[in-house]
């Protein structure tokens, strides 16, 4: 751990919570230096949807490497990426009557978000973006300005502007019909938020705590967003790539987002990648006005293509997925009957659900313990109060059920309950 303490910077946050040295990785299980297994729920912070080394992709980019292929081609065209697209097009697009155009920048998430950002101003003429409360889009400066997070947006140095913020779904209470403010606020002149050139927004809100909206929340947002001329940008960077059961998020909701922004788990591999899904008509780029020299991962091109073609050819993977955020779904509710007075609450959907804690303190003793216990699982909100479940979508059910288990007993112990644990019921047969 020397090296790590001596010339490394202080902004890493991950170790702190995870002192360990780790140089192999199958699947859902990280292992340290000393061979040391430990179950993962955190998967690169959403970006391990398919595993660890996932075999198939491993093979395709070992045989792309050995006959030499394309390693950097700025945004030539190659072989790689025509293969991708086709892929892309044919196999996640055509199926859901989606017509976009693909932009690949920078590889990293935040990077499709500025462009995204930017492009909707362009297009509009207008400046002035909304974004809601507890989003987070990225700590780039324009990403920045759309995120809700006071740690990440404290680092910022100097002031951040052209956003406005609106109340996400259920953030006023259930009462409150957060829409209908939008509406309202858009629609008075003397409001004092000018009128948007677009609303981002993602569906599960990751780091800020799991907080899912309701499809008809969804629904009502993009019914408004038309209403006033608005574009609507979904960032669906976490939640994107079947991690809330379909390989959208918005799916189910019947969205059709002029613009939308991916990375994270794009890449299959944990390659870095990222890209944005264009209406054809809002495509008013000029040659290289958002440029980068790592646009297009050719590597990741490879990978996500065997992505898509495993586990997205049909609707298997994502009926599995489903069934599996239900175990989840149960097996939390569970956990809540029994450890919760008033200290725990459920949030999210699909394979994409947290723990919601009374506080901080108490989230990040269920975590430490977990990992005492081999297991590493992280926390997110506005103060770090989710325990938050984002393992492989792989993941075994055995090792599903395994990981769950642990973080029972870790709550358990952290409430120090003498109470037996209730006799287990077999959630998998009824949900499968």
């Given at each position: 751990?020397?090296?790590?303490?001596?010339?490394?910077?202080?902004?890493?946050s991950y170790a702190r919570s995870f002192?360990?040295?780790?140089?192999?990785?199958?699947?859902?299980?990280?292992?340290?230096?000393?061979?040391?297994?430990?179950?993962?729920?955190?998967?690169?912070?959403?970006?391990?949807?398919?595993?660890?080394?996932?075999?198939?992709?491993?093979?395709?980019?070992?045989?792309y490497i050995h006959d030499d292929g394309?390693?950097?081609?700025?945004?030539?065209?190659?072989?790689?990426?025509?293969?991708?697209?086709?892929?892309?097009?044919?196999?996640?697009?055509?199926?859901?009557?989606?017509?976009?155009?693909?932009?690949?920048?920078?590889?990293?998430?935040?990077?499709?978000?500025?462009?995204?950002?930017?492009?909707?101003?362009?297009?509009?003429?207008?400046?002035?973006?909304?974004?809601?409360?507890?989003?987070?889009?990225?700590?780039?400066?324009?990403?920045?300005?759309?995120?809700?997070?006071?740690?990440?947006?404290?680092?910022?140095?100097?002031?951040?502007?052209?956003?406005?913020?609106?109340?996400?779904?259920?953030?006023?209470?259930?009462?409150?019909?957060?829409?209908?403010?939008?509406?309202?606020?858009?629609?008075?002149?003397?409001?004092?938020?000018?009128?948007?050139?677009?609303?981002?927004?993602?569906?599960?809100?990751?780091?800020?705590?799991?907080?899912?909206?309701?499809?008809?929340?969804?629904?009502?947002?993009?019914?408004?967003?038309?209403?006033?001329?608005?574009?609507?940008?979904?960032?669906?960077?976490?939640?994107?790539?079947?991690?809330?059961?379909?390989?959208?998020?918005?799916?189910?909701?019947?969205?059709?987002?002029?613009?939308?922004?991916?990375?994270?788990?794009?890449?299959?591999?944990?390659?870095?990648?990222?890209?944005?899904?264009?209406?054809?008509?809002?495509?008013?780029?000029?040659?290289?006005?958002?440029?980068?020299?790592?646009?297009?991962?050719?590597?990741?091109?490879?990978?996500?293509?065997?992505?898509?073609?495993?586990?997205?050819?049909?609707?298997?993977?994502?009926?599995?997925?489903?069934?599996?955020?239900?175990?989840?779904?149960?097996?939390?509710?569970?956990?809540?009957?029994?450890?919760?007075?008033?200290?725990?609450?459920?949030?999210?959907?699909?394979?994409?659900?947290?723990?919601?804690?009374?506080?901080?303190?108490?989230?990040?003793?269920?975590?430490?313990?977990?990992?005492?216990?081999?297991?590493?699982?992280?926390?997110?909100?506005?103060?770090?109060?989710?325990?938050k479940f984002l393992c492989p979508l792989?993941?075994?059910?055995?090792?599903?059920?395994?990981?769950?288990?642990?973080?029972?007993?870790?709550?358990?112990?952290?409430?120090?309950?003498?109470?037996?644990?209730?006799?287990?019921?077999?959630?998998?047969?009824?949900?499968?």
């Amino acid at each position: 751990m020397k090296i790590f303490e001596e010339i490394e910077s202080e902004v890493q946050s991950y170790a702190r919570s995870f002192p360990r040295i780790f140089n192999k990785a199958v699947g859902e299980f990280l292992y340290d230096e000393d061979g040391v297994e430990y179950l993962d729920f955190l998967a690169g912070a959403g970006t391990l949807n398919y595993g660890h080394n996932n075999p198939v992709f491993k093979e395709k980019l070992l045989q792309y490497i050995h006959d030499d292929g394309i390693t950097h081609g700025l945004d030539l065209h190659t072989k790689a990426k025509e293969e991708f697209l086709n892929t892309f097009n044919e196999k996640i697009l055509k199926p859901r009557n989606l017509d976009y155009v693909l932009q690949f920048t920078g590889p990293t998430g935040t990077n499709a978000v500025e462009a995204a950002l930017k492009l909707a101003r362009n297009v509009t003429g207008r400046e002035n973006i909304i974004a809601f409360t507890n989003g987070f889009h990225g700590v780039s400066l324009g990403a920045l300005a759309a995120t809700g997070n006071s740690h990440h947006r404290g680092a910022a140095g100097v002031s951040l502007n052209g956003v406005s913020r609106m109340p996400f779904d259920g953030y006023l209470g259930e009462d409150i019909d957060t829409i209908a403010y939008l509406d309202k606020v858009l629609t008075d002149s003397s409001s004092g938020i000018d009128l948007p050139a677009a609303v981002i927004v993602e569906t599960v809100q990751g780091e800020g705590g799991i907080n899912a909206a309701s499809l008809g929340w969804l629904k009502d947002l993009q019914a408004t967003c038309k209403k006033h001329d608005v574009l609507l940008i979904v960032d669906d960077i976490q939640a994107g790539c079947g991690r809330t059961g379909t390989y959208f998020s918005f799916e189910e909701a019947g969205l059709y987002p002029d613009i939308v922004t991916l990375s994270k788990s794009l890449g299959g591999y944990g390659l870095p990648f990222a890209m944005v899904l264009i209406r054809p008509e809002i495509d008013q780029w000029k040659p290289g006005e958002h440029n980068g020299t790592f646009r297009g991962n050719s590597f990741a091109f490879v990978t996500a293509k065997a992505a898509i073609d495993t586990y997205w050819s049909d609707d298997t993977f994502s009926k599995e997925i489903k069934r599996k955020g239900e175990y989840v779904s149960k097996r939390l509710e569970a956990i809540i009957d029994q450890y919760g007075e008033g200290n725990f609450s459920t949030r999210g959907r699909g394979m994409f659900q947290g723990i919601n804690c009374i506080n901080s303190d108490l989230a990040g003793k269920i975590t430490h313990k977990a990992f005492q216990k081999n297991m590493i699982i992280e926390t997110s909100g506005a103060d770090d109060q989710v325990v938050k479940f984002l393992c492989p979508l792989i993941i075994s059910d055995a090792n599903l059920k395994k990981g769950i288990d642990i973080v029972e007993q870790a709550i358990k112990e952290v409430c120090a309950k003498e109470d037996s644990i209730p006799e287990e019921k077999d959630y998998f047969a009824t949900t499968a």
